[in-house]
């Protein structure tokens, strides 16, 4: 005796007063669910099944018959081809998926200068084109890129060798390191050493920025360490001539000469004595200057 077949509406999970794309939806998650190349315990019996009974409830004039007749006998209906048309075409989507493999992805580091990377940049590389030969690429790098920030070409890596999508690219950003700036996010920092007489009388100095050289105001009494900010000479944050950009961070260092002549010697002296910096060491440590600390690292 020939199997007794359930309900269509029973075998999808969906009512009977189900909607067209409900009963669309309930056999795509069911189908692929139970497709016997997905499913390891499912013999393809059940797959079958939930073919036929979408092949009926997806037809509009096969629905109503079956709501009003039940079952059909395939052989004279004709819905067994149905069925059969059906999961040869859902086997041939799934085969196609399984073949058509991505491209492998690719990473190129790209190496940029400090100037490079603060207002932008645009460079040529080459990257391999799947087929042994090398193509070029341009890469642009927008002002303010960062050390190791990652840049995604999608679809710029190696080709699919059957017809899948091709891989991407990833572009990792290195930034060389510079002789005189340092970052410190959108800040540039820099040490400046001055001579003791321009730290103590004041001076106009001649600063190295991003943007060359501007002139820098020192202070007379200017302290060691001090540190002085120059408004907008830092890392631009986009692209454009008015840009908002972070500042240049001057960190002052003490020049201190290694020989005096018998005259500069003569003098400093001087210069202590009326300072009441005594050159014995004498003076207490309220009243030592910035002379008395030239003097003392003169003495060492």
């Known amino acids: ?41 499912d013999s393809g019996e059940l797959f079958r099944e939930i073919n036929e009974a979408y092949a009926v409830l997806s037809d509009r004039d096969s629905r109503a018959r079956y709501d009003r007749w039940g079952h059909p006998d395939e052989s004279s209906s004709g819905f067994g081809a149905v069925v059969d048309a059906a999961q040869e075409m859902i086997n041939e989507v799934l085969r196609r998926r399984r073949t058509k493999q991505k491209g492998r992805d690719l ?30 690429f341009t890469v642009v790098v927008p002002p303010g890129s960062a050390e190791g920030t990652v840049k995604k070409f999608n679809g710029e890596g190696e080709k699919s060798k059957n017809g899948g999508a091709a891989g991407d690219l990833h572009v990792i950003v290195r930034v060389a390191q510079h002789a005189t700036f340092r970052r ?13 007489t321009q730290a103590a009388l004041g001076a106009i100095v001649d600063l190295p ?8 105001r020192i202070p007379e009494g200017t302290q060691p360490g001090r540190v002085f900010r120059i408004r907008g000479r830092g890392i631009p944050q986009s692209a454009g001539k008015n840009a908002p950009r972070g500042d240049h961070m001057v960190h002052v260092q003490l020049e201190v000469p290694t020989e005096l002549t018998p005259r500069q010697r003569q003098l400093i002296e001087e210069l ?9 060491g004498g003076a207490s440590p309220q009243r030592k200057g910035l002379i008395g600390r030239v003097r003392s690292l003169l003495d060492e």
């Open 272 to 280: 202590a004595r009326e300072s009441g910096d005594a050159a014995d």
């Open 107 to 136: 990473r190129y580091t790209l190496e940029v200068t400090f100037e490079e990377a603060a207002f932008g940049t645009s460079k040529t590389i080459q990257i391999p084109d799947g087929d042994g030969r090398q193509r070029d």
């Open 184 to 196: 410190e996010g959108a800040d540039v920092h820099s040490d400046h050493a001055i001579k003791f």
């Open 209 to 216: 920025t991003l943007d060359g050289l501007v002139k820098m």
């Open 1 to 41: 005796m020939a199997k007794r077949k359930r309900d269509y509406y029973l075998v999808l999970g969906v009512e009977r007063n189900a909607t067209d794309a409900e009963i669309k939806r309930a056999f795509r998650e069911l189908a692929r669910k139970h497709h016997p190349d997905v499913s390891q315990q």
